[in-house]
């Protein structure tokens, strides 16, 4: 069963105090000295005592610290990503850390003066922030990454390391409810019987069609998913938390297996840390007890800082017997239109003309403009409560939203800067995304509505329209309206060719045409004639499947003809078969 799948470090990290340790550890606190810690470190320590971040035991020391910034694993080899330094900011925690030493114990509180944690000190050092920076995020820039301007904003100069005891955990208010710690979906896992569990990290966005492509995906090889949303969001623009819990809620209620799925909220900072966070990930995912650890395109990327699969390359460093979790990786999801199925480049042979990306920061600013994104790439359960929880909440007063409508549109339907419509065939010229305006992405919307299904529809009705023999399902006016069409068009050459024979024999027809200009007009009306779809009648239909062994066979160069049937196109006789009536 799935406890067997082993914490890294081969034991699960519990140091959380309770009953006579808990009682003890209380009545040392009044003559503690103290350090404030902020929200992070808080929730950070609670990780590290219930097991999440296993096998830490608390802060690192200085060697520990440079051995996972420089090399992404602990000073014995285990891999390890980031460092959870605590290096607390502010004047006060400045004179704090000043006066303790080597080998004291101190208390850890929050910012309303409450117990956190016991810290008994290892090693006090100074902390290079810029080299954080560096080695974790690709730039000691704090305006280019906002993990680096967190690490300037609430970092100071000066770490305390050493193994913490948790005293009191944090409140999570309205996520209680979903509150599990490792110990609890392991024995999630091993009461339902799940051999195999997907663990599924998700950030700032709305769940989408693209990551449900992923459950479903693993869903076929494994017995449940682990849905991990991330709910401390220090970031300017997103759905918020609760609000992506309950979309989550909604979209398993309604799309997913009913005990195939458990919901369980991380409440760890997204630090937006690219490949190192995405191998975090993948550990936590172990230590909750997952077998699989599912990791899409920029896993926990931002901006262009990261390359789309460097979340995925970044696992070439370590091995799978080491990581103890067997990763699957997909390429980027997309809808396409023609093949009416979200797919991948793995998957799907059409063009950009037929496909909608699958893009969170797309759907994130097309509800914040007021719209509900496709249905084939968000569901409209989901859209209808995250559409109520992004933030910010509207556009400003001149209608500019976060992002401009140009990198919207590229980020949803490319298919409009190279081609007419859905589908349709290409522009002249490429349509610049910097030219875009509210009016291109209320067009694009009202196209994709109109025409994501019609076009793998359409496709069907002309293939039926072709075959189909059975009267029951026939679509007669279709049969009637192609009927009509090649009757008028055979009308147009028939009277071209008595123009072209009544010039021949010298006879004015008053048209104002010379001899030429009717050659070429009759030519033109047989190459249309020639192409026009042909009406397929029921009786051929079962003439040429059910009597197929009774026909005589035929030369390459002389097709088969259709059985005589009286219909309207029974005058065709009159026309030659070079004016393609012989195929109708």
Not at 362 to 372: D, K, N, Q
Request: net charge negative; hydrophobic share 35%.
């Amino acid at each position: 069963m799935s406890a067997a799948q082993t914490p890294l470090g081969g034991r699960l990290i519990d140091r959380v105090l309770r009953d006579d340790a808990l009682a003890e550890a209380l009545d040392r606190v009044p003559g503690l000295p103290t350090i404030m810690a902020d929200r992070e470190a808080e929730i950070t320590m609670e990780m590290i005592a219930t097991g999440v971040f296993s096998p830490l035991k608390g802060s690192p020391t200085r060697e520990e610290n440079e051995c996972i910034v420089e090399t992404g694993r602990l000073t014995d080899g285990t891999p390890w990503p980031i460092p959870f330094t605590f290096a607390p900011a502010g004047r006060n925690n400045a004179e704090a850390i000043s006066r303790l030493r080597e080998g004291e114990e101190v208390l850890i509180i929050d910012r309303a003066s409450r117990p956190v944690a016991l810290l008994h000190v290892r090693e006090i050092y100074e902390f290079d922030r810029e080299r954080r920076g560096k080695n974790l995020f690709g730039t000691s820039d704090p305006s280019a990454h906002p993990g680096v301007s967190s690490i300037f904003k609430r970092m100071g100069r000066y770490a305390v390391s050493g193994p913490i005891e948790l005293i009191r955990r944090a409140d999570w208010g309205a996520f209680e409810r979903h509150r599990l710690t490792p110990r609890e979906t392991r024995e999630i896992f091993s009461r339902r019987g799940y051999q195999r569990v997907a663990g599924f990290v998700t950030g700032a966005n709305p769940p989408h069609l693209g990551h449900e492509y992923m459950h479903r995906v693993a869903l076929e090889h494994v017995d449940a998913v682990l849905l991990m949303p991330q709910v401390e969001m220090e970031h300017s623009e997103f759905i918020r938390p609760y609000h992506r819990l309950l979309a989550l809620e909604a979209l398993t209620d309604v799309y997913y297996p009913p005990y195939r799925v458990v919901l369980c909220p991380m409440r760890t900072n997204y630090l937006f840390a690219g490949p190192r966070e995405a191998v975090l990930h993948a550990l936590v995912m172990r230590n909750y007890g997952c077998t699989h650890a599912l990791i899409g395109r920029d896993h926990a990327g931002v901006g262009d800082l990261f390359d789309m699969y460097a979340g995925q390359q970044v696992f070439d460093s370590y091995s799978q017997d080491e990581l103890g979790i067997e990763t699957q990786f997909f390429s980027e999801v997309f809808y396409c239109t023609r093949c009416r199925a979200t797919a991948t480049e793995r998957t799907c042979p059409h063009d950009t003309r037929y496909r909608l990306q699958i893009s969170g920061t797309g759907i994130r600013e097309v509800l914040r403009r007021g719209y509900l994104p496709p249905k084939e790439v968000c569901r409209p359960e989901v859209a209808h409560i995250a559409i109520q929880g992004v933030e910010p909440p509207t556009t400003d007063e001149e209608g500019r939203g976060v992002y401009p409508v140009g990198q919207t549109m590229h980020a949803l339907f490319p298919f409009y800067e190279v081609a007419g419509r859905l589908g349709g065939d290409l522009r002249r010229e490429i349509v610049d995304v910097d030219s875009m305006g509210e009016r291109d992405l209320e067009a694009a919307l009202l196209d994709v509505r109109a025409n994501s299904d019609s076009i793998y529809r359409g496709v069907f009705d002309e293939v039926a329209l072709a075959n189909e023999w059975g009267s029951g399902l026939t679509e007669r006016w279709r049969t009637e309206a192609r009927e009509i069409l090649v009757d008028h068009q055979a009308e147009v050459v028939r009277r071209f060719c008595e123009q072209q024979r009544g010039t021949e024999e010298g006879i004015d027809q008053l048209t104002g045409l010379t001899p030429e200009e009717v050659d070429s007009d009759l030519h033109a009306a047989r190459q249309i004639l020639s192409e026009h779809p042909r009406p397929l009648h029921p009786d051929k239909a079962r003439h040429r499947i059910s009597d197929h062994g009774r026909l005589p066979p035929y030369a390459e160069d002389e097709p088969p003809q259709p059985p005589d049937e009286p219909h309207r196109l029974e005058d065709a006789g009159s026309v030659d078969a070079s004016d393609g009536r012989e195929g109708a």
